[in-house]
């Protein structure tokens, strides 16, 4: 009785018997299931440490890694902006206002 | 409104990226008819669609973010015409274009049995353009793409992306040469 028990145990531990008690559909359901729950929370975590990521990287916290952060003019000259505009910059002092909006943006809200 | 629109924007960009590169990763497996021990095909197409779905999220908090965000001012006109962004240009509009294809793909899902099978396969294989464009918009447009980390993630992405499609050739000219 105990040897039977242990047997299950190993095949269970193994996954030898499919690793569920149905059928190979069902396995494949819960399998599936498990994979989507597990691909969400990555996914949520992911976020997470990414959104600390790029805020570490915000020149006020000493990181360096936003070198190519958009210049917020405030003008009416946005416009003219380009991926080089930034490159006179020494190192990237500029980022996103951590309190708040561009100085001279023109929006009213 | 706050700096973290902008971060989550950027944050939601890079998940939705690596979410994207998942799909296509499994989108090759299922077309190349890859068997995974104790894995269906209908189990991984699951997971597939479920991935794809996520991404979909993923790409339009990217967006609506963008939008609240009063850093780039982000115009609606910025995000669905390519070109039309006054921030780093060429970039943005792969972005859209990106965005548009992947809306095209999406759609075609949804009248996948009207399509026929040839003609939504043909529309599917856009997924390789979206992922092309989602790659080089994030290296162009992506204030942080100098980062370490995102390098890493670049590097993994493009070289498990052209790892699996190789292989889905390689299977399908050994495919007449077995039979």
Redesign the interface.
């Known amino acids: 009785m105990g040897l039977f028990a242990l047997s299950q145990l190993a095949l269970k531990l193994f996954?030898l018997d499919?690793?569920m008690s149905g059928t190979?559909?069902e396995?494949?359901?819960r399998?599936?299931k498990a994979?989507?729950r597990a691909?969400?929370l990555t996914?949520a975590a992911?976020?997470v440490v990414?959104?600390a990521?790029?805020?570490q990287?915000?020149p006020a916290s000493g990181a360096s890694?936003?070198?190519?952060?958009?210049q917020?003019t405030g003008s009416s000259s946005?416009?003219?902006?380009?991926?080089e505009d930034d490159s006179s910059l020494d190192g990237g002092t500029l980022?996103?206002?951590?309190?708040q909006?561009?100085p001279a943006?023109s929006?009213t809200s | 409104?706050?700096?973290i629109d902008?971060?989550?924007a950027?944050?939601?960009g890079?998940?939705a990226y690596?979410?994207l590169t998942?799909g296509v990763l499994l989108g090759v497996l299922l077309a190349g008819r890859a068997r995974l021990p104790?894995?269906?095909q209908?189990?991984?197409t699951?997971?597939h669609r479920?991935?794809a779905l996520?991404t979909g999220a993923?790409v339009l908090l990217h967006v609506y973010t963008l939008l609240l965000?009063?850093?780039?001012?982000t115009s609606v006109a910025a995000v669905l015409v390519p070109g039309a962004s006054?921030?780093?240009p060429f970039?943005v509009a792969l972005g859209t274009v990106a965005l548009e294809l992947l809306a095209a793909v999406g759609i075609s899902n949804l009248f996948r049995k009207r399509l026929g099978h040839a003609r939504w396969r043909r529309i599917h294989y856009l997924t390789f353009v979206v992922w092309a464009a989602a790659t080089v918009h994030g290296m162009?447009a992506g204030?942080?793409?100098?980062?370490?980390?995102l390098r890493l993630l670049y590097v993994v992405s493009v070289g498990s992306v052209t790892a699996a499609v190789a292989w889905r050739v390689g299977a399908r000219r050994l495919a007449p040469a077995r039979g």
């Open positions: 996954r499919g690793g190979r559909v396995g494949g359901r399998r599936a994979a989507k691909v969400a996914a992911g976020f990414v959104l990521l790029v805020r990287g915000h890694s936003t070198r190519n952060v958009p917020s946005s416009s003219s902006r380009s991926s980022a996103p206002p951590s309190s909006s561009p943006a929006h | 409104m706050s700096a902008w971060y989550t950027r944050a939601a890079v998940v690596a979410l998942g104790c894995w269906p209908f189990a991984v699951d997971v479920f991935v996520l993923f965000d009063t850093y780039v001012h006054s921030y780093r970039w162009g204030t942080d793409a100098g980062a370490g980390w």
